[in-house]
Nanobody, 120 residues
Framework: QVQLVESGGGLVQPGGSLRLSCAAS????????MGWYRQAPGKERELVAS???????AYADTVKGRFTLSRDNAKNTVYLQMNSLKPEDTAVYYC??????????????WGQGTQVTVSS
């Protein structure tokens, strides 16, 4: 079993920054992707950013140039640095872990979610 523990959400003013962390523990797939989805009220959950165990990254167009995802494989932890935050970034952010080999179409594990609110 795998546990994902998130931290770092909160309230920030527009233009501000936050850093989210997600630590994985348990039987972690050797080849995997980790990252973040988010879900705003009344909207579907969307992929924000992902990073593979080989450090390949992908970002949603809406966050490119503002968010940076990194990982520390020794700690099984990913970090989402969010800069130049906008009110439309307000959402619950969910960490995920997805098996890549064999490939899993959807995330296999989810964190509990952390609220990010961007407001003046």
């Amino acid at each position: 079993q795998v546990q994902l523990v998130e931290s770092g959400g909160g309230l920030v003013q527009p233009g501000g920054s936050l850093r989210l962390s997600c630590a994985a523990s348990g039987s972690i797939f050797r080849f995997n992707a980790m990252g973040w989805y988010r879900q705003a009220p009344g909207k579907e959950r969307e992929l924000v950013a992902s990073i593979t165990s080989g450090a390949s990254t992908a970002y949603a167009d809406t966050v490119k140039g503002r968010f940076t995802l990194s990982r520390d494989n020794a700690k099984n932890t990913v970090y989402l640095q969010m800069n130049s935050l906008k009110p439309e970034d307000t959402a619950v952010y969910y960490c995920f872990l997805q098996r890549l080999l064999p490939y899993s179409t959807n995330p296999n594990y989810w964190g509990q979610g952390t609220q990010v609110t961007v407001s003046s």
